[in-house]
């Protein structure tokens, strides 16, 4: 096919573009969106010739191609009906709850698989048009599994990969999927499939193997042969975050001030708790503050002197489900300080929107106890950031169901689901000694320092470059 005058050896494709559409004195500007992602792929790509194609977050028609922090920045347009039916429907009502063990009942409808199928599509042809001869296309997300296939079919000299930043479902729950074939043969397409954690890469492999028997293909190891000759390795690449960075801020006097302000504000409490989460049934928020009621009710905890902090981000909105969610969570929150808030004094604080970077910063270094209690997550970045952030003297209680939990072995690890026990370890990490804190923060701290974002970039890139051959 022909190719397009502006050609690039990395180009990047993604959901949503880095950037985000505000006002800015009474005119409407990009600004870079926060995230390790951004981060990541900036230090990747100087001094490359990167390009990165996403939606824009509006529908209608795609802004024209821009220039933005040393990247070329393609948007791909989304209708108001593909919005709906490709990222609200297949993407959030059909993958998401089923890529997270069914926490709530996924819908599957032939009118958003279709959608789906037609904005993979659309993001193929324009990365097959930005992509110099033999480049490197690097596809993020659950959002676009069958881009790799479409892509391929356009330009077979690229190298094609592929990172799954959610958790691939045991395959007891992928076959739901009525799409599942064309979700598998869009992903074995590429060179490189990563995975946040072994099981993810081992749950899409035994898929293969069991569901797409009537397609000639073998599995050997972690690489999928295909009838076509081609192969594709499936393997895990957990992703970090900018750890030096974020522990750069933490220390900064700005930032350390503000958190001593933040405890200020909330009366000096003995013991702060935190919780950092978008707004999603995933993260567990309902479980933790059941607990958190269950012990202002007993006593375990005292509403005077142990306070809590709930930043809830607002995300999809628009769907039931999280409108349901965002009701209990209310709800709770209301119970709780109803019942033992004294004047000026809630037990709980909830936060029911963004902050910059630097007040998040703020708040890890306040926090003597972070609470990450997810049903399911693919890797959680708010527990690495903790420990980023925090000094010795902090405590990570940590979901089993986390990928970070493969990880942040030395956090104080929790089944959310175990009301009780989950109760017992938060008491645990508020009442343990500062040597044992600081022995588990220690190891904690060498593990995200060693592991950061940028490794987890080049370790996916390298892995791309010699698949289906292990580095
Ligand atoms: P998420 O589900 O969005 O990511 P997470 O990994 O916790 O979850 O990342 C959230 C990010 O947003 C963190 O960097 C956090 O600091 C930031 N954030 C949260 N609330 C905020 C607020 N109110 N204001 C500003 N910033 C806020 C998905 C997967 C995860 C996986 C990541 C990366 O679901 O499992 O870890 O992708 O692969």
Redesign the pocket.
Known sequence: MPLSQERFDLVIAANRLPVDRVREGGRSVWRRS???LVTAMESVMSGRDGAWIGWSGVPGKAPAAFEQGGMRLHPVALSAEEVRDYYEGFSNGSLWPLSHDDIVPPTFKRRWQAAYETVNRRFAEAAAKLAAEKATVWVHDYQLQQMPQFLRELRPDLRIGWFN??PFPPVELFMQLPARDAMLRGLLAADFLGFQRRTDAQNFLRACRQLLVDDDISVRADVVHTADGHECRAAAVP?SIDTRGMAELAATAKVRERAAEIREQLGNPKHLLLG???L?YTKGIRHRLKALEEMYREGSLDPTETKFIQ?A?PSRERLEAYQHIKRDVEQTVGRINGEHSSFGAPPVTYLH???PRDE?AAMFVAADVMLVTPLR??????AK?YVAAHDETGALVLSEFT?AANELKQSYLCNPHDIARTKRTIVRAIEASPEERARRMRAMHRQVLRHDVQRWAERFLTDLAVAPRQP
Do not use: C, Q
């Open positions: 926060p995230g390790g930043h959610i992703i950092v989460d978008r999603d930043v981000t929107r963004s902050f998040m997550d693919g890797m959680n970045l708010v950031e990928g």
